[in-house]
């Protein structure tokens, strides 16, 4: 019996993560994209949302390209790239909050 119990927890914790993870609350441009004047900070995963760890800082002026595909894609002047993977409901939003955000960069879309 303890066993169904705890196998039942167990999936009502995954389902809670889940749906929390998807939920509009941690996937809002606002909470993943930071204007800190001269820099961007970036919230990327699960863990750094709810716990409001400190965000990746970027400074703007190092960012060229925005690219959105499955993913947005921030691409440095160095080459390297920040993949931000949101929900399908908020890839729109945060491709437009990224560019208001990082006027100076180009911006392109990657049919998928």
């Known amino acids: 019996m303890s066993i169904l119990i705890t196998c039942a927890m167990s999936i009502f914790i995954m389902l809670l993560i889940n749906y929390i993870a998807k939920s509009d609350w941690l996937n809002s441009p606002d909470k993943v994209l930071i ?10 995963g699960f863990i750094s949302k709810v716990f409001n760890m400190s965000p990746l800082i970027i400074p703007k002026n190092k960012i060229i390209k925005i690219q959105k595909a499955d993913c ?15 929900s399908n409901d908020e890839l ?6 990224a560019k ?3 006027p100076n960069a180009e911006s ?4 998928s």
Do not use: Q, R
């Open 92 to 97: 729109e939003s945060l491709f437009i909050k």
């Open 108 to 111: 392109c879309i990657i049919a």
């Open 72 to 86: 947005i894609s921030l691409f440095y002047t160095s080459g390297h790239s920040v993949d931000i993977w949101p």
């Open 100 to 102: 208001k955000l990082l």
């Open 35 to 44: 204007d800190l004047d001269d820099n961007i900070g970036i919230k990327m």
